[in-house]
């Protein structure tokens, strides 16, 4: 069983920054793509950015794009995203996810793994 585990939310004022990490199991990581994904209350999960195996692909959405970035290390079996300039819709529970295969997704379908999320809000 693959698990994964987040860390690093908090509350944070807009504008401000916050890294967020997750950790998988070692013996998956290093053929899988992760993702992050987030939910506000009252509102779908949605993707926010995703990368491949290797690293060299990564997807973002278009809400969070030059403030976001994915990165995974894989010798520490992690995969961060660095959020800066914070805004209060940003606010959610971030989930990390992962999938049985290498190339990174923006579907949330494709991913076969979660974790239990980490709360991040962003006061104006």
């Known amino acids: 069983q693959v698990q994964l585990v987040e860390s690093g939310g908090g509350l944070v004022q807009a504008g401000g920054s916050l890294r967020l990490s997750c950790t998988a199991s070692?013996?998956?990581?290093?053929?899988?793509?992760m993702g992050w994904f987030r939910q506000a209350p009252g509102k779908d999960r949605e993707f926010v950015a995703s990368?491949?195996?290797?690293?060299?692909?990564?997807y973002y959405a278009e809400a969070v794009k030059g403030r976001f970035t994915i990165s995974r290390v894989n010798v520490n079996n992690t995969v961060a995203l660095q959020m800066n300039s914070l805004k209060p819709e940003d606010t959610a529970v971030y989930y990390c996810?992962?999938?049985?295969?290498?190339?990174?997704?923006?579907?949330?379908?494709?991913?076969?793994?979660w974790g239990q999320g980490t709360q991040v809000t962003v006061s104006s």
């Open positions: 070692a013996r998956f990581f290093d053929t899988t793509a």
């Open positions: 996810a992962a999938r049985s295969a290498s190339y990174a997704s923006r579907r949330a379908e494709e991913y076969d793994y």
């Open positions: 990368v491949s195996w290797t690293g060299g692909t990564t």
